[in-house]
């Protein structure tokens, strides 16, 4: 009869040559963050040409960002009451170190002397896969 040590040394060594080594075990790396073309497309696609669909007000946006939607009067997506006439995308800024990017969208209503513009700004995160609108900051 074997002593229990010597069974239980025998398992563990069958125990570990059955499993897979460090080495050999595949680590995936971490998306590349978002550039900002990658961020201007997301944005001039999200706000399209008079605001955001109902798909991409659900499916393209923070938690963060949905709950700020549900406790204002305003729509926090446009900074406004109303749909624009048109939007547009300004130039994207990347922050790696702060692992956000963000443009300035500035909003049209009305042509004339009675036209009327307002801005806003639009902040995505770097490594929201896929990518969503993480925040709005007004500028009024």
């Known amino acids: 009869m ?3 040590t010597h069974i239980l040394g025998a398992l563990l060594v069958t ?3 059955a499993a897979p080594s460090a ?4 680590v995936t790396a971490p998306a590349p963050p978002h550039d900002a073309a ?6 001039t696609d999200f706000y399209g040409h008079h605001g955001p669909s109902e798909a991409n007000r659900y499916d393209r946006i923070s938690q963060a960002l949905r709950d700020k939607q549900r406790q204002s009067d305003v729509d926090v997506l446009l900074c406004s009451q109303s749909a624009p006439e048109q939007i547009e995308v300004g130039a994207v800024t990347v922050a790696p170190g702060a692992r956000v990017g963000w443009a300035t969208v500035t909003t ?3 042509r004339g002397a009675e036209a009327r513009t307002d801005t806003f700004t639009a902040y ?9 609108l993480d925040d709005v900051i007004c500028a009024g």
């Open 23 to 26: 080495a050999a075990t595949t």
């Open 2 to 4: 074997k002593p229990l």
């Open 108 to 110: 049209h209503w009305g």
């Open 124 to 132: 995505v995160r770097l490594d929201s896969r896929p990518i969503r």
């Open 38 to 43: 990658q961020i201007r497309t997301f944005l």
């Open 15 to 17: 125990v570990l040559a």
